[in-house]
């Protein structure tokens, strides 16, 4: 399998705090994406990082990428309760540019 | 609003029935796709269509068929439908493969 793995499946923090969730993948890639699942809602695009980039930001949204060790990371600083959510990474294969999808980070914001 | 329709939101469906559900965006997206999605599973991809009139299978094409007459749309039928295609079904497009892709609110489509 060329799944991506999301670590940890499971995550609960209270509001204010930071929230990192990592990335794994196996193949050699073009880019790494982001998105968020609201529960019973579609995907929502959130960051695209290059294969030639290493950070990336976007308002409280931090993503790391490091090819040498297949990985990337998505930090969420000074989380909100709408933050709960899935979180997906999405690797795209360098060979045929399909995303790759892992079960997900079950994000939880405590009040 | 611009963006990516799907339609029904949710079905039930007898097996062996034969059933289209219905994708539509607006936003003149070359690249689009079909995923399934299961309680504690990431997505998988049933099938894509880079281009227009294009299509491609995916990870679990069987027991599907897909069609990409124009931009717009891309519907994807189950020809005789089993309780294994229990799930939730996702469309999205993208400008191009491999770019940010958007989503649809997806069907839930239950098969007894």
């Known amino acids: 399998s060329q799944q991506g793995e999301e670590d940890p499946q499971a995550l609960s923090i209270q509001e204010g705090e930071n929230a990192t969730m990592n990335c794994s993948y196996k193949?050699?890639?073009?880019?790494l994406q982001w998105y968020r699942q609201n529960s019973g809602r579609g995907l929502v695009h959130l960051i695209l990082?290059?294969?030639n980039e290493r950070e990336k930001h976007s308002g409280r949204l931090r993503v790391t990428l490091d090819t040498s060790k297949k990985s990337s990371s998505l930090l969420i600083t000074a989380s909100r309760a709408a933050d709960t959510a899935s979180y997906f990474c999405?690797?795209?294969?360098?060979?045929?540019?399909?995303?790759?999808w892992g079960a997900g980070t079950k994000l939880i914001i405590k009040p | 609003i611009a963006g990516i329709t799907q339609a029904p939101t949710s079905q039930i469906l007898a097996a062996g029935r034969r059933m289209t559900l219905r994708c539509t965006q607006d936003?003149?997206?070359?690249?689009m796709y079909w995923y399934r999605q299961d309680l504690g599973l990431g997505l998988r991809l049933i099938h894509y269509?880079?281009?227009?009139?294009?299509?491609g299978k995916g990870e679990v094409p069987d027991g599907y068929s897909v069609s990409r007459a124009n931009t717009d749309d891309f519907p994807l039928t189950l020809a005789s439908a089993v309780p294994s295609q229990t799930s939730v079904y996702f469309c999205?497009?993208?400008?191009?493969?491999?770019?940010?892709?958007?989503f649809g609110q997806g069907t839930r489509l239950t098969v007894v």
């Open positions: 936003m003149r997206h070359n690249a």
């Open positions: 193949t050699s890639i073009n880019n």
């Open positions: 269509s880079n281009t227009a009139g294009t299509t």
């Open positions: 999405a690797p795209v294969m360098d060979s045929n540019y399909q995303l790759i």
């Open positions: 999205a497009s993208s400008e191009n493969r491999g770019l940010k892709a958007f």
């Open positions: 990082i290059r294969s």
